[in-house]
């Protein structure tokens, strides 16, 4: 059974920085694209960014330059490093792993920052 278990979220404050961590169970993790995606209430689930097996990575234009994504495969897990945040990154951040036809997605962590 595949299992994504994000964690790291929190409060807090603009300008403060985060690490996400997702741990993933139940896959072969080193075959699959690894990616951070979020929500914010009202709205539809956005891609922030993704990490490929070769580790190229790319970022949505509104986190380029603040936040970075890692993986570390002895580990199974995958972390989204989250700086200079701001109030409009306040949201769940859910990770998702996909190899071809196949994705699954953790539960989330919120992050909320507060202005």
């Known amino acids: 059974q595949v299992r994504l278990v994000e964690s790291g979220g929190g409060l807090v404050q603009a300008g403060d920085s985060l690490r996400l961590s997702c741990a993933a169970s139940?896959?072969?993790?080193?075959?699959?694209?690894m990616s951070w995606f979020r929500q914010a209430p009202g709205k539809e689930r956005e891609f922030v960014a993704t990490?490929?097996?070769?580790?190229?990575?790319d970022y949505s234009d509104s986190v380029k330059g603040r936040f970075t994504i890692s993986r570390d495969n002895a580990k199974n897990t995958v972390y989204l490093q989250m700086n200079t945040l701001r109030p409009e990154d306040t949201a769940d951040y859910y990770c998702?792993?996909?190899?071809?036809?196949?994705?699954?997605w953790g539960r989330g962590t919120q992050v909320t920052v507060s202005s």
């Open positions: 998702a792993a996909k190899w071809f036809s196949n994705t699954f």
């Open positions: 139940g896959l072969t993790f080193s075959n699959y694209a």
């Open positions: 990490i490929s097996r070769g580790d190229s990575t």
